[in-house]
């Protein structure tokens, strides 16, 4: 008499990654800012018109071409970091007419900080804009979270629902899978260890034509991708906003020129903290004597955008 004997396969099927979402601007905050907060990152399709993507190029091609490839940082890990064929160039509102007056006044930008910022701190500003020129075999960027330099908010993670950051990366020229398009960990904001940047094969490239916008949280794990074309430099701007009772990356105010600080609205001054900041229950920061610093100054500026 035989036995026959069943053997049972067990077969391990990986959950599939969560999708990155795009949307339109037309869509509006309500719906953007919904995405954002459930998925930790959202593509706004024609964040920029193709005019004033074209303009921006225009005013900074020639100062991007006189930069070297490869970090200035002292550290090496920081060199690493920043990409070895890479360009980073700051002090954009100096460099752009068009970044500085109309990015910086850009009405759904404003509409979206007021939303995540205002009950919470208060107040915002711009923490940097720096234009990250991806060239040809550049590696991926380790993965990493924009609030891990305000080391209190990996400490607590996803434990607030408070923002320290938001990041609007703004394409200047497609941002495709093979040319280093920005890598981002969908629902990594709401991960219990936010020292936890999880691993390249949980991440998804924003896809992006140039004037697109990929907004993400400061929780969210996320890198440059891979350049792995022979000719293409891929190109965007890291324009980072955050609560103002934070130190920015950019010293704005020894930067940019007072003569075209003058230039700019009230709105686009204070984003580049040339006025005072006054965060929930506080009698303001950045003044003299509890006095609006650009008073002080006797500082000019434009109109107000209607």
Known sequence: MSTTQTQTVTTTVEAPKPKLR????????????????????????????????????????????KIVDGGKHADSKMRDFH??????????????????????????????CEDIFRADSGDYWMNTAQVIDIGPGNVAQPLHRDQMQYAVFSDVGSKTKHEATINFFVALTEFTDENGATRIIPGSHIWPDHRDYGTQEQTIPALMHAGDVTLF????????????????????????????????????????????????????????????QYPVDSGGLWQSDYCEIADVLGLKAAPPVA
Do not use: C
Request: net charge positive; proline share 4%; no cysteine.
């Open 22 to 65: 795009y949307l339109h601007i037309s869509d509006g905050k309500d719906a953007i800012l919904k995405v954002m907060q459930e998925d930790g990152g959202v593509v706004i399709r024609e964040f920029l018109t193709a005019e004033q993507t074209r303009q921006i190029n225009r005013d900074i091609d020639a100062v991007i071409d």
């Open 217 to 276: 949280s400061g929780k969210t794990s996320h890198g440059g991708g891979a350049n792995r074309t022979k000719d293409f430099r891929r190109r965007g701007i890291a324009l980072s906003m955050q609560a103002s009772y934070l130190t920015p990356e950019e010293a704005y105010p020894f930067i940019v020129p007072r003569e075209i600080v003058e230039t700019m609205t009230p709105l686009a001054q204070r984003m580049i903290a040339w006025r005072s």
């Open 83 to 112: 990409g070895l064929v890479t360009k980073r160039m700051t002090n954009l509102p100096t460099h752009s007419k068009t970044f500085r007056d109309e990015v910086l006044n850009h009405k759904l930008l404003h509409e979206i």
